[in-house]
């Protein structure tokens, strides 16, 4: 497959490598001649030097016959107007960019983008880790908005029910585990202690969650 990245800092530069590595076609495009180097001697892509909208930029980097185009660069207006090109104006297929800054990330969601916000789902994951564990994060889904946690349940909910256990919204338990069998669950299954729940659920509803877990009898 064809691929672009705009941008060839520490992301752009690993993107670009990795996508390599695993034999495709790949143009790194950046303004920056020296920002270049971050790629690994070994890289055997195409390099572009120049500004991102230029249109002889673009089609040098193979525009036209792209498969997909991620914007990486640390200016959140840069990758959302070169994304929207790449969408609208050259029609590639998949386009991707990364946000910046927090404050700009409607502006990427408005152009209809698909957004890959390190700083806001860092900070998140650090926030989770902070907290004691009783619950595990096992897949991401977007920017962390929702994500599948995988809880052992404790002793002091042994004979409860799922639904005694599960906040009201924003929580769904998607599978529960037991003696390594696997079932999808309903609100009435009965728990015992060391029972394995996977819960598809957003931050809050794990907060939610997580109080009730520390409240003596879970009320």
């Not at 950046?30 to 930029?57: H, I, K, M, S």
């Not at 096992?138 to 052992?152: C, H, P, W």
Request: aromatic share 6%.
């Amino acid at each position: 497959m064809n691929f672009i990245i705009v941008g060839c800092g520490r992301v752009g530069a690993e993107l670009a490598y990795r996508l390599f590595q695993k034999g495709h076609q790949v143009a790194v495009i950046d303004q920056v001649a020296a920002a270049l180097n971050n790629l690994p001697t070994d890289f055997r892509g195409r390099t572009v030097e120049g500004e991102a909208l230029a249109t002889d930029v673009l089609r040098r980097a193979g525009i036209e016959q792209a498969d997909g185009l991620a914007a990486v660069t640390n200016s959140d207006s840069l990758n959302a107007v070169v994304a929207h090109v790449a969408k609208t104006v050259y029609h590639v297929p998949q386009v991707v960019v990364r946000n910046y800054h927090p404050r700009w990330r409607a502006l990427h969601e408005a152009f209809g983008l698909q957004v890959v916000s390190s700083t806001s789902w860092g900070a998140q994951r650090i926030e989770e880790l902070l907290y004691p564990a009783f619950a595990r994060s096992v897949f991401s889904a977007g920017n962390g908005e929702v994500e599948i946690y995988e809880l052992s349940v404790p002793e002091a909910w042994h004979g409860r029910t799922l639904q005694d256990l599960l906040p009201a919204a924003e929580c769904l338990a998607v599978a529960l585990t037991r003696v390594g069998k696997a079932i999808l669950p309903s609100p009435e299954n009965r728990l015992e202690a060391g029972d394995i729940v996977h819960l598809s659920a957003t931050l809050v509803a794990i907060d939610a969650l997580r109080e009730r877990l520390q409240t003596p009898q879970g009320r």
